[in-house]
């Protein structure tokens, strides 16, 4: 099944309260963790979730021009591209336990955030999709 995401208005400010069920559709909910929309992306017309901008814009210790300085350790749009939807939380099973996850895809990567991982682990990223293998391996 293909599931297409639909673009979206602005909802900065707002708490993420929709779950993607199993069968594509889409059903508001109590959600598991306060986490809100921080920021719009025109580009895609996708929001993207506090938790996950804090993930894209990390900054610290980086090594560049033959030094070591604090800075932004990656250019997100580079490294992810943009949101091609918004954030939803879903039911999955990880390590064999139903919990709650909180996913979004962006053109080259997936970031998960589970609330109930340990701090530190609960913002996650997996490399998806066509996008990302014709971006790493067509050059």
Do not use: C
Request: proline share 6%.
């Amino acid at each position: 099944m293909t599931i297409v995401l639909p673009a979206q208005a602005d909802k900065t400010g707002q708490a993420v309260r929709t779950q993607l069920l199993r069968n594509g559709t889409f059903q508001d909910i109590t959600p598991p963790a306060n986490v809100s929309y921080a920021q719009y992306i025109p580009e895609t017309r996708h929001n993207i979730p506090d938790v996950f901008r804090t993930f894209l814009n990390q900054s610290g210790l980086v090594y560049s021009s033959g030094r070591y300085s604090n800075g932004q350790l990656f250019d997100w749009v580079v490294a992810f591209g943009y949101p091609i939807g918004d954030a939803y939380w879903i039911r999955t099973n990880i390590a064999g336990v139903s919990q709650w996850s909180l996913v979004q895809p962006f053109e080259r990567r997936i970031l998960t955030y589970t609330p109930s991982n340990p701090a530190g682990y609960q913002v996650e990223m997996g490399n998806v999709g066509q996008h990302y293998y014709g971006w790493r391996y067509s050059k």
